[in-house]
Every structure is written in C-alpha cells, then in structure tokens.
C-alpha cells in the first residue's frame, strides 16, 4: 500500500519510502484515518451527492423529462403519444397555465396507461393552437371500443404461435390507426380575409350571430341545406389584453380558418354539402372573456334550427 501526502508539506525527515509496507495492516488504517483527519483526503460530504453546505446541484434541479411510450403497446398509447408531440417545444408549465391546470397533473393525464377524460383532451388541444373537433372523434372511438376478451390459457408450441398473432394484429391496429390519424389530420389553419363591413342576409340565405363572454369556445346554431353550396362566415371579436386571433371550423367536415381580432374578417368554405352544418369557434384559454358578433351567409337556402335552451 502506498500512502501520498495530500495536506500540509511533508517533513524533509519523512520519505515515502517510511509509508511502504508489505501489506495493510490494521496499524495503517488507522494512521490513514489520523492522516484525513487533519488533510483533505475525502472530498465527499455528508449528505451523499449534495454539495454546497447541503443545496442540491443544479444538475439535481433539473425535471424530469417524458418517458418514452411504446407505440406498439396499443391503441391508447399512440393517442397519448401523439397528444405529446402536439404540445411541439412548449414546456408543460406554458401549457398547464393555459390550460388553468398544474403542470404535474399535466403531466400525470399524459400516461399511456389510462385514456385521458375527454374535457381534458378539448382543453390540452385548444392550449397547443389546434382544432379539437378530430381529436375528441379520435377519443369516441377508443372510448367506445370494447376490450378484448382474454386469450385462453395455453402451454408449449400453442402459446407461442398464438403470440406471434397476438403481435401481428397489434402492429396491424397500431399501423392503421396511425395511417387513419395522418389522412384525416389537417395541415394548418388558413388565415381569413379582411373586409370593411359582413353582407346583408335573409332568414333563407343565413343569419347573424353574437358572442357573449366566451372563456375558450362556443358552437353556434345548426342548419340544413338540401343542396351543396358555399358557406361565408363573418366575424368581428375584439380582443383581450395579450389575444391575437380565433379560430372558427364548419362542422361536421371543414378546415380551420385563423380570424385576427379588432376588426372584421371573412373566410368562405365552397362546395359545402347537403345535409346537417354548424361552425365551431374557439380561441387560447387564457382566462379571460371576449364578446362579438357575426353573420353567415349560404350560396343556397338553408333552414335554421334554433338551439336547445339550457334549463
């Protein structure tokens, strides 16, 4: 064993050579321990890796990154997943207060454990600047799937090829559901035109509509047309401290147009078809409230149906 000299210098009369010994002994243990004593030959302290009289590095104060999902696990998995890839580069704190949420229980709905609530998924969605509409049909549809029954116990060569096909249908499903999400996910929202003043409208051809405090969102009235023809929204939403834009969407099928506020805005959706319509409207939930007001006009004649009034 061999002993250097770490402290305060060493006396000229003290060679190396005196602190070579054949083998440790329990005499050299304990002159080491008198030794370290008084020179710094421990550099930890107590408390294990915390240094600076007891604070935390900042390496230890750094959160905890995203576990990474399997997406081969399941359905669930892959919807949670993409709901992650969503949020881009915002930290979950910007999305927890957008949301009106604690970023940890951000965080904790984002398992793939459990299919988030639905309320949840609406808020998480419209907090990341996209159209809830396709994923809240994404969520319907795992919700109302059935789980499979168990498999049936097997032993041997049995279990093994029953396995294999178990895994074959997974990747088939995950597949699927994965190639479903990139045909029906759409590219952006597209900005709406400005315009001094929104056309005037009979009860055949549309109507007007006004807003009053919306926090995040609204759905308007429903009408049916018996033929195609095009929709043309106006809107005209001043804006709160630190709001830019809203969204407005023609429901059940339509892309998302991007209104700025303060002033009027019009987008048109042409070759809309026959059948049953409402437009969405929606903006960053955060948490304040805005008013305004708007008109739709139809190329062909619609019907209106007024809407329920809650009790």
């Known amino acids: 064993m061999r002993v250097t000299w770490t402290g305060r210098p060493r006396p000229e009369s003290m060679s190396s050579e005196s602190f070579r010994v054949a083998r440790p ?50 359905p669930v998995p892959v919807f949670v997943d993409d709901l992650r890839r969503l949020r881009g580069g915002r930290s979950l704190q910007e999305i927890g207060r957008r949301m009106s949420y604690h970023s940890s229980t951000v965080s904790r709905r984002l398992t793939p454990n459990v299919l988030p609530p639905l309320d949840f998924v609406r808020a998480y969605v419209v907090a990341c600047g996209e159209d809830p509409e396709p994923w809240e049909r994404r969520w319907r549809e795992l919700a109302d799937a059935e789980p499979p029954p168990p498999p049936p116990r097997r032993t041997g060569r049995a279990r093994l090829v029953a396995a294999i ?50 926090l995040m969102n609204v759905e308007s009235r ?26 407005v969407a023609l429901r059940p099928e339509g892309e998302t147009a991007r209104f700025r506020c303060g002033s009027w805005q019009h987008h048109e959706w042409t070759a809309v078809p026959a059948g049953r319509h409402h437009f969405y409207l929606w903006k960053e939930n955060d948490g304040s409230a805005v008013s305004g007001s708007g008109v739709l006009r139809s190329s062909t004649e619609i019907v209106q149906i007024p809407k329920t009034p809650v009790p």
């Not at 390496?59 to 990154?65: A, F, I, L």
């Not at 400005?194 to 509509?209: C, M, R």
């Not at 009408?223 to 709160?240: L, V």
Request: hydrophobic share 40%.
């Open 165 to 214: 096909v178990a895994a074959s249908l997974a990747a088939v499903a995950v597949a699927g559901a994965g190639l479903w999400w990139l045909a029906t996910r759409e590219s952006g929202p597209v900005n709406a035109a400005g315009g001094e003043s929104p056309p005037a409208v009979s009860a055949v051809n549309g109507f007007t509509w006004d807003v009053k405090r919306m």
């Open 222 to 247: 429903q009408w049916t047309q018996a033929a195609g023809g095009d929709i043309e929204i106006w809107a005209n939403i001043p804006c709160s401290p630190g709001m830019t834009e809203f969204f």
């Open 25 to 74: 002994s329990r005499l050299s243990f304990r002159l080491l321990g008198a030794i370290c004593r008084v020179t710094p030959c421990e550099l930890r302290t107590k408390g294990g890796n915390k240094g600076n009289n007891g604070r935390r590095s900042p390496m230890s104060r750094s959160g905890r990154k995203d576990q990474p999902i399997d997406r081969e696990s399941g």
